[in-house]
């Protein structure tokens, strides 16, 4: 199918959008044909089929307890799936924290924090 693609546009590359099960298509494409992988510039996978179990940090290891209700609850205290969330827990959070401070860091890189480091999912 990439193939096909840059065959009738004539270009180089492209970019890549999969949904579930497209992602893993890509996944193990790239896997098995990385010649037609470097032809791809950026792969976008929306709604991958994967898994928590090689995330690190807290939250990979939270997730691998099975207290999805849980965590659920805590994240929506927080705000998460909303834009610019603002509540009393995070500002509760902020007041203690996020200062220009020794924990400024820990306000600036809470993702990593939380999920764990990945150097090579930086965009650099």
């Given at each position: 199918m990439i193939e096909k693609v840059l065959e009738?546009?004539?270009e180089t590359e492209l970019f890549y959008a999969g949904h579930s099960?497209?992602?893993?298509?890509?996944?193990?494409?790239h896997h098995y044909r990385p010649d037609i992988g470097e032809k791809?510039?950026?792969?976008?996978?929306?709604a991958p089929v994967a898994s928590e179990t090689n995330m690190g940090g807290p939250l990979g290891w939270?997730?691998?307890?099975?207290?999805?209700?849980?965590?659920?609850?805590?994240?929506?205290?927080m705000g998460v799936g909303e834009f610019l969330p603002s509540n009393l827990?995070?500002?509760c959070l902020a007041s203690?924290?996020?200062?220009?401070t020794?924990?400024?860091?820990l306000c600036t890189n809470?993702?990593?924090?939380l999920c764990g480091f990945d150097e090579a999912q930086m965009n650099t």
């Open positions: 009738l546009t004539g099960m497209g992602t893993t298509a890509f996944m193990a494409m791809v510039r950026l792969a976008n996978f929306l939270i997730a691998g307890l099975g207290i999805d209700g849980i965590v659920d609850g805590i994240l929506s205290m827990l995070i500002d203690l924290f996020c200062h220009e020794i924990t400024q860091g809470i993702l990593f924090i």
